[in-house]
């Protein structure tokens, strides 16, 4: 029997999921026949569809704490369950450690750490009454694990979040699976605003191992393993999606001359 991913009658919450990266996770899922619910601010600018089947939209702001619980309350009220919850929703804009405000590090880290802090905290209320349980996906990042000059804040809040997927697949265990997807450049929309046009997007890309930056579609397959049956044993764990990582800078700088094997 070959594998393969099913998650028809699974209802699952992706958080930012109608842009970007979160619209990759989306259509992943809606593809692996799950009911898919996302929360933003403001909807999408076109709708988000995959195998026939479109996205459910739910306006949120996930910093905030009523309007979390009203969300979750929403969502239980309307599909009778909720099986998994992607905290997708997070980013922060260029800005120099010096130069930026006390309130625009505390509003990073508002949005990149507290916020899928208080919506994980709702999803685990829910899931824990269910007989089967669930599970949570952080989508994290490299920043988190590496100098992130620009965005400092961001950096330290996604280096929070790996901290607590560890933490709460202990506290929220064995009902509930907690993980995080360290994830490296990814392509989108608003890349332009970190890399610049397509010749920059594309020499950052050829600095990956891959040779290529992920698109959103590579997030959303891991995203759909790990909230699987295929990863029913997974929990506690960081996926790294990078391409392989950042090849070192020495290897740029040395003069060596090496005879380079296929």
């Known amino acids: 029997m070959a594998l393969e991913i099913d998650l028809s009658g699974r209802v699952v919450l992706v958080t930012g999921g109608v842009r970007g990266v979160g619209a990759g996770v989306s259509r992943a899922l809606l593809a692996a026949g799950a009911t898919v619910l996302a929360c933003a601010r403001r909807p999408a600018d076109q709708p988000v569809t995959a195998g026939g089947r479109t996205l459910d939209y739910l306006p949120c ?15 239980r009220t309307r599909y009778g369950r909720l099986d998994h919850l992607v905290n997708n929703a997070g980013g922060a804009p260029f800005a120099l450690a010096a130069a930026a405000s006390p309130n625009f590090h505390a509003k990073i880290v508002e949005l990149n750490l507290l916020a899928p802090l208080l919506v994980s905290q709702a999803a685990n209320a829910v899931m824990q009454q269910q007989a089967d349980g669930g599970s949570i996906v952080m989508i994290s990042s490299v920043s988190g694990h590496r100098a992130s000059p620009g965005t400092a804040a961001y950096g330290a809040a996604k280096a929070g979040v790996d901290s607590l997927t560890t933490s709460l697949a202990v506290e929220w265990a064995p009902r509930v699976r907690v993980n995080s997807l360290i994830v490296g450049p990814v392509e989108t929309e608003r890349s332009h605003l970190h890399f610049g046009d397509q010749a920059g997007i ?3 890309g050829r600095t990956i191992p891959l040779a290529r930056m992920a698109g959103p579609e590579d997030v959303g397959g891991c995203v759909a393993f790990l909230v699987s049956p295929l990863a029913a044993y997974v929990s506690g764990a960081a996926l790294l999606v990078h391409g392989g990582g950042e090849r070192p800078a020495f290897l740029a700088a040395a003069t060596a001359d090496h005879e380079r094997t296929p």
Do not use: G, K, N, W
Not at 62 to 73: K, P, Y
């Open 61 to 75: 702001d996930v910093r905030d704490a009523d309007a979390v619980r009203e969300l979750i309350e929403t969502v």
């Open 202 to 204: 594309d020499a950052v």
